[in-house]
């Protein structure tokens, strides 16, 4: 189906592509815009309870048996799921730099990360064994991990496969069965994840229903939904954290960052500056874990000099050497703006580099249309600016000078946030000093973007997290699962012990 030959896009439940319904017939329609140009290129549907009850349902008939499979079989499917989507790698990534923006090495990270936690969950068996031992004469425990039940996914815009994918493949492997619901902007990577999954996976296992808080919140709270995984900006993660707690739910829900980077006298010079600047302009600066706040510690004009002129050096392109995307939307760039001139016109930071005035960025957004604004940095003289507390989510780099290490991590510890920290510096000594005094979760030694890989797990504290496991390895594997334990007493003991 389309409009104005525009594709308008399904929900996919049991396997099937599904129309979604509103009370009064066809489900209302949202246009999904090419970040490039602005140009509507698809219309998702903004799905109501009814689309929820259905997938919901769908997943609820699927649980049974699926969760009753042995974990080697649900690996076997998940093997298989890994091989379909990697046969697609070229469609896959051309969809994920066309709805987001991303340019084409950053969408292949993209596919690639979220692949990797496919990976990780092909080896449940070997991870998710249980325990087994003679507690007394005659007595055996075990323990095995069984299936939550039934998994609702929310996920944010900035990574269209690898957010889904931290969370997919491990709920599946467990033994659950899943309802997907993407992010509005970016719904067509996920589209055609669930059309090569029906090829693999038996109907009902994983089921996708596109809209927007409407759809969100009828899944959060839908009675038969046992499980919430959340991924986006704090406020919604805590009312979403909140909201599933009540109704009786698991739910982890991750929030937004403010993640600083701090710059010792004694780091690499060119390696900071290429990493801060590989930090803070990647993905358009919508990443949470991109580099937000510079802590300079001491007076180190050239680091500056360099990151500005790096960051000077990028072009927007969606592909060649030195290309950073423009932003998802008109009102992230309207936001963007908005958080510089406040600190500019409010707070009096001094503008090292100016997005806004950048020439070929503005050509970009003058001739081809779309959503483009260069790399911004700043420098503040508090921090208490607001650029400083709040989350920019684009390609903007506020840096403030400390006089000493302690000063620098009293300001990384008072943040409200809690996902990321980086200290850059060639002493062991100061790289622990700082690793182990840092506020943050997820902590680098010169590299900006510490995300742990599998099997370690992915997590931030404070406003970042609401819920105590991770998104991804172990932490994963028990938030998406029970822990059943079995006592087994075949023969009445002789032995005196604590059973008789
Ligand atoms: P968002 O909060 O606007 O939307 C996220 C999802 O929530 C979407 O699917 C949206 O439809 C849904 N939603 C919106 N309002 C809702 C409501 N009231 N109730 C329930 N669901 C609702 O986030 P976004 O702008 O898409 O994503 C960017 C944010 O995600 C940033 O803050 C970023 O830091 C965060 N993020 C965090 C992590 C992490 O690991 N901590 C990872 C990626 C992104």
Redo the contacts with the bound molecule.
């Keep these: 189906m389309s409009v104005a030959g525009i594709p308008v896009l399904h929900n996919h439940i049991n396997n099937k592509a599904t129309a979604a319904v509103s009370a009064s017939g066809e489900a209302q329609l949202l246009a999904v815009t090419s970040p490039y140009t602005g140009e509507t290129i698809a219309h998702v549907p903004l799905s109501t309870s009814k689309d929820v009850d259905a997938a919901v349902e769908a997943a609820t008939k699927a649980l049974a048996e699926w969760s009753r499979l042995t974990l080697k079989a649900r690996a076997a499917y998940l093997l298989r799921l890994y091989t379909a989507l990697q046969a697609q790698a070229d469609e896959l990534v051309a969809l994920i730099v066309r709805e987001h923006g991303k340019t084409y090495t950053e969408a292949q990270g993209d596919l690639s990360k979220g692949l990797e936690t496919l990976e990780y969950a092909i080896g449940l068996p070997q991870l998710a064994q249980g325990h087994v031992q003679m507690v007394s004469g005659g007595v055996q425990c075990r323990d095995e991990r069984v299936a939550v039940g039934v998994v609702a996914g929310?996920?944010?815009?900035?990574?269209p496969f690898m957010?889904p994918f931290?969370t997919i493949p491990l709920a599946l492997g467990m033994g659950n069965t899943y309802v997907l619901?993407?992010?509005?902007?970016v719904p067509m990577t996920m589209t055609r994840v669930a059309e090569i999954a029906a090829s693999v996976l038996p109907p009902g296992v994983l089921n996708i229903v596109h809209?927007?808080?409407t759809?969100?919140?009828a899944?959060?709270e839908h009675s038969h939904v046992h499980a919430v995984a959340?991924?986006?900006?704090?406020?919604?993660?805590e009312?979403?954290h909140r909201?599933g707690v009540a109704a009786g739910k698991r739910v982890l829900a991750?929030?937004?960052?403010k993640n600083h980077l701090v710059a010792l006298p004694d780091c690499d010079v060119e390696l900071t500056a290429q990493d801060v600047v590989n930090s803070f302009t990647g993905c358009a600066g919508?990443?949470?874990?991109a580099a937000s706040v510079l802590l300079v510690v001491g007076e180190q004009p050239e680091l500056l000099r360099r990151i500005v002129a790096k960051a000077q050096a990028l072009v927007p392109a969606s592909k060649g050497p030195g290309a950073m995307g423009p932003v998802?939307d008109a009102a992230?760039l309207e936001r963007i703006e908005a958080a510089i001139m406040h600190a500019t016109d409010i707070d009096g930071a001094t503008v090292l580099l100016d997005g806004r005035a950048n020439d070929r960025f503005a050509t970009c957004r003058r001739e081809k249309g779309g959503f483009w604004i260069g790399p911004t940095v700043l420098c503040h003289k508090a921090a208490s600016d607001q650029a400083l507390q709040q989350?920019i989510?684009g390609p903007v780099l506020s840096v403030l000078h400390c006089d000493s290490f302690d000063a620098a991590l009293a300001i990384e510890n008072a943040s409200a946030y809690g996902?990321a920290a980086c200290v850059y510096t060639s002493s062991g000594a100061h790289a622990e000093y700082f690793a182990q005094r840092f506020g943050a979760a997820m902590v680098g030694i010169n590299i900006g973007v510490p995300v742990p890989r599998e099997p370690f797990s992915?997590?931030?504290v404070k406003r970042?997290?609401f819920g105590s496991s991770d998104?991804t390895g172990d932490g994963a594997i028990e938030f998406f699962s029970v822990r059943r334990k079995i006592t087994t007493k075949w023969a009445v003991s002789t032995e005196k012990s604590w059973m008789n």
Aim: glycine share 12%; with cysteine; charged share 20%.
């Design positions: 929310i996920v944010p815009f900035n990574f957010v931290w619901k993407p992010s509005e902007k809209g927007d808080r759809a969100a919140i899944l959060t959340f991924v986006g900006t704090s406020a919604v993660a009312q979403v909201r991750l929030g937004g960052a919508q990443r949470c874990m998802i992230a989350e989510f996902n992915f997590g931030g970042s997290k998104i």
